[in-house]
């Protein structure tokens, strides 16, 4: 029985509501007592029809609405006028992109209506049931038995619906319109080098709870002290009292804590004898947290990072992250990656590289990433996607950006694979945008003052000086990380370009390099310097890393890319054909000549790191 501690951070989150109800639930993996995954069937809407009237007024609008596919009706008799039906239309596979599923839907960028019919009883009389998403690309309007629900903006992050009492125990219909347009005053934008899949992209589940139970927890080490951690616990329900027991077993670790009135309940207790998290050694401990009929398990590692002047510590020792970046695509399919089996696909390619790091790039990968990156040992750079030039005066496009960034760290936030915190990536710099992303590294170390916080930032060369690299930004004032992207030898110069180059970077910070690379169709073949030939790709790696290894803050490092991904803007053909190809890999999962000159690298540098004491 462990002393039971009061502590303050925590009820300052309170304050900033964070973890309040309504808000996504932590691990709702463990809570989820229907998968509603499967065949959904859909209705391709490019003019909205289900949604608005042809005087474009929302159908859901109207208090008691006669009209709009949400109400999933059926003729009541021949002669009743009714031009859609569900049960006719073809289906799709949720979770999944429609991009990748239907040739037809390859450039679909507006309205889809998906629709699942379901049947359900409660578990006990009092328990709670709520409709839980992933995610879905772009907004998402939720109806359950013609109702609306509420709706969601921002495609790459969870949320839901509590529907306790709104059930049926046979047919409910649940229906989701999803549209996937870009806005310019969205976040991401209009212009993005990423394929813009649509859809229920991730697991929709029917979560149940007993009336009151634990929606939300942290268990954190903090930086410095590898052996206390400190955490807090929310509930959710009438009873925001009840004591809540948290059990470590393997490390004999029981504590109980009391509740607030508000259900909120911080601890802390010492860690004795735990093996700390590491990419060598991945350990995670099972935990079970109960509150009265309340009751789950979850997997946590712990670990500490922190950075000392250009040092990044892991545990107390210094680190180099042998790095690289990944979107969430399965570049064999050509569609956006759903699965714990395509998470560890991906990343168990990222460790046959030598990696021990990797940039999930540009948005919120789902849950299996991190979750797969904690089992497997690899440390994660997560990112919300504001990408380019975006709105940065646009109060909606800060709180639509904020929102997104609030439910990814509220999600991840037990992860011990998950070091950094990104808030951006090459983003001009201008008055507007640094107050806004300031604005954001705010709300981050708001949120979670136990990782460091960065952003894709980018060098210049001064007027005539191409040699000459200053890596410069406000925003680095308040990062813990100098991060940026550079693409000598591809979009500046050529490769031979790298060994005349020197660097300016003024801070006494780790510089990790977020990007480099250059474009190769996998099988191509000619000299170093013919473009798009895996040789010329292989050279700029040979002449890149050498480079960098001059920059004395160097603490890692992500190449673009492991895979080839799709991407709208790729269009030269028999080489590209809507596919970036900076991928180490080809959309065949066939390696080109450059992983092998990463993976040599990486070896060089583990080697290295061993040695150290
Ligand atoms: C950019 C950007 C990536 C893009 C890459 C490229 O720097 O961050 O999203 O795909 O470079 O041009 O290939």
Wanted: charged share 20%; glycine share 8%; aromatic share 10%.
């Amino acid at each position: 029985m462990k002393r039971l501690l009061l502590l303050s951070v925590f009820s300052l989150l309170a304050v900033s509501g964070f973890g309040a109800p309504g808000a996504p639930f932590i691990n709702a993996a463990a809570r989820e007592a229907l998968s509603l995954n499967g065949r959904w069937h859909v209705i391709v809407d490019p003019y909205d029809n289900g949604y608005v009237n042809y005087r474009l007024e929302r159908f859901d609008a109207a208090p008691k609405p006669t009209g709009g596919y949400f109400l999933d009706q059926k003729p009541a008799n021949p002669s009743q006028l009714l031009e859609y039906d569900f049960d006719r239309s073809p289906s799709l596979n949720v979770p999944g992109d429609w991009n990748s599923q239907d040739d037809k839907l390859l450039y679909y960028e507006n309205t889809v209506w998906y629709r699942q019919l379901f049947d359900f009883t409660p578990g006990t009389a009092d328990a709670r049931q709520f409709l839980h998403f992933g995610a879905a690309n772009y907004e998402a309007d939720v109806y359950l038995n013609g109702a609306k629900l509420g709706r969601h903006v921002g495609g790459f992050t969870p949320f839901q619906f509590e529907v306790t009492g709104r059930l049926k125990p046979k047919g409910n219909s649940l229906v989701v319109r999803v549209n996937n347009q870009r806005h310019p005053e969205g976040v991401p934008t209009v212009n993005t080098d990423w394929w813009n899949y649509g859809g229920l992209t991730r697991d929709v589940r029917l979560l149940e709870t007993p009336a009151t139970c634990i929606c939300d927890y942290a268990f954190q080490v903090q930086p410095g002290d590898a052996h206390l951690v400190r955490g807090y616990v929310q509930l959710d329900g009438g009873a925001p009292g009840l004591p809540v027991r948290i059990e470590i077993p393997e490390l004999k670790v029981a504590v109980t804590v009391q509740p607030d009135q508000a259900g909120r309940a911080t601890f802390e207790f010492a860690l004795n004898g735990a093996e700390l998290w590491s990419p060598e050694h991945p350990r995670l401990y099972g935990i079970t947290l109960s509150a009265g009929a309340d009751h789950f398990s979850e997997k946590v590692g712990f670990r500490t990072i922190e950075t000392r002047g250009p040092d990044i510590l892991l545990n107390g020792k210094s680190i180099f992250l042998r790095g690289i970046c990944l979107h969430e695509e399965n570049p064999l399919r050509g569609g956006r990656a759903t699965t714990a089996a395509e998470a560890r696909q991906l990343l168990g390619w990222a460790k046959e590289l030598g990696c021990n790091y990797v940039r999930l790039a540009h948005y919120p990968h789902n849950e299996y990433m991190a979750r797969v990156a904690d089992e497997l040992g690899l440390l994660l750079w997560e990112e919300v996607p504001v990408y380019w030039t975006i709105h940065w005066d646009d109060p909606d496009t800060y709180a639509n950006a904020e929102n997104q960034l609030t439910e990814l760290i509220n999600r991840d936030r037990n992860r011990a694979s998950v070091i950094v915190w990104s808030m951006a990536n090459e983003t001009p710099i201008s008055t507007a945008r640094t107050a806004f992303l300031k604005k954001m590294v705010a709300r981050a170390r708001a949120l979670d003052p136990t990782r460091l916080i960065s952003a894709a930032m980018e060098r210049h060369s001064p007027q005539g000086d191409t040699a000459t690299n200053i890596v410069e930004d406000p925003l680095a004032e308040v990062t813990d990380l100098v991060s940026f992207n550079q693409y000598i030898g591809w979009y500046a110069g050529l490769p031979d370009d790298c060994a005349k180059a020197n660097w300016i970077i003024n801070y006494n910070k780790p510089v990790i390099v977020s990007e480099f690379g250059g474009d190769a169709l996998q099988g191509l073949h000619g000299d170093r310097l013919t473009r798009f030939t895996e040789e010329y790709q292989a050279d700029l790696y040979r002449q890149t890393l050498p480079m960098l290894d001059k920059i004395p803050q160097l603490r890692g490092m992500t190449p673009w890319i492991l895979c080839d991904f799709r991407s709208p803007r790729r269009v030269l053909p028999n080489i590209q054909d809507g596919w970036n190809r900076k991928g180490l890999i080809g959309e065949n999962g066939t390696r080109k000549q450059a992983f092998a000159v990463l993976q040599e690298y990486y070896a060089r540098k583990a080697a290295e790191a061993a040695k150290l004491p």
